[in-house]
């Protein structure tokens, strides 16, 4: 080791502990690489707990639950906001919640951009044939 704090590194995969040396093959390769002199011993009982734990928790985790499915749109939410400046508030949020839940999309903004929610969006129609999705 030098004065300018420099120090020699090992990638060996051998590890002596307890007077036994040991291969370690399923440590990361970032745990090879290690300072020689004093610290090596230190480091190496590091590198080898944290093996252990690591190993351990893969052992004992459980796979994480599966996200429920992100399908289900706030309609309520989304046509309260689409319909906020409409003149007929109450109807418009009707006719948006029916197109919510059948097309699954509610367009950005008070108003336009039905384009954005697809043909379901933009086709449907009332019986009087004027376009029902605001």
Same mark, same amino acid.
Do not use: W
């Given at each position: 080791?030098?004065?300018?704090?420099?120090?020699?590194?090992?990638?060996?995969?051998?590890?002596?502990?307890?007077?036994?040396?040991?291969?370690l093959?399923?440590?990361?390769?970032?745990f090879?690489v290690?300072?020689r002199?004093?610290e090596?011993?230190?480091?190496q009982?590091?590198?080898?707990?944290?093996?252990?734990?690591?190993?351990?928790?893969? *052992?004992?985790?459980?796979?994480?639950a599966?996200? /429920?499915h992100?399908?289900?749109?706030d &309609? =309520?939410?989304? !046509? *309260?906001h689409?319909?906020?400046?409409?003149?007929r /508030?109450?109807?418009?949020n009707?006719? &948006? =919640?029916?197109? !919510?839940?059948?097309?699954?999309?509610?367009?950005?903004?008070?108003?336009?951009?039905?384009?954005? &929610? =697809?043909?379901?969006?933009?086709?449907?129609?009332?019986?009087?044939?004027?376009?029902?999705c605001?």
């Amino acid at each position: 080791m030098g004065d300018g704090g420099e120090r020699e590194v090992s990638s060996d995969h051998h590890f002596k502990i307890n007077d036994e040396e040991q291969e370690l093959p399923h440590i990361s390769q970032a745990f090879h690489v290690f300072a020689r002199g004093g610290e090596r011993r230190l480091m190496q009982d590091i590198a080898l707990r944290l093996s252990k734990y690591l190993n351990l928790g893969r *052992s004992l985790a459980l796979p994480p639950a599966p996200a /429920p499915h992100s399908a289900q749109l706030d &309609c =309520g939410g989304l !046509c *309260s906001h689409r319909c906020s400046l409409h003149s007929r /508030p109450n109807v418009c949020n009707r006719a &948006c =919640g029916t197109c !919510c839940v059948r097309c699954k999309c509610v367009p950005p903004g008070t108003f336009g951009n039905r384009e954005l &929610c =697809g043909k379901c969006y933009t086709d449907m129609t009332t019986h009087g044939n004027k376009t029902k999705c605001p």
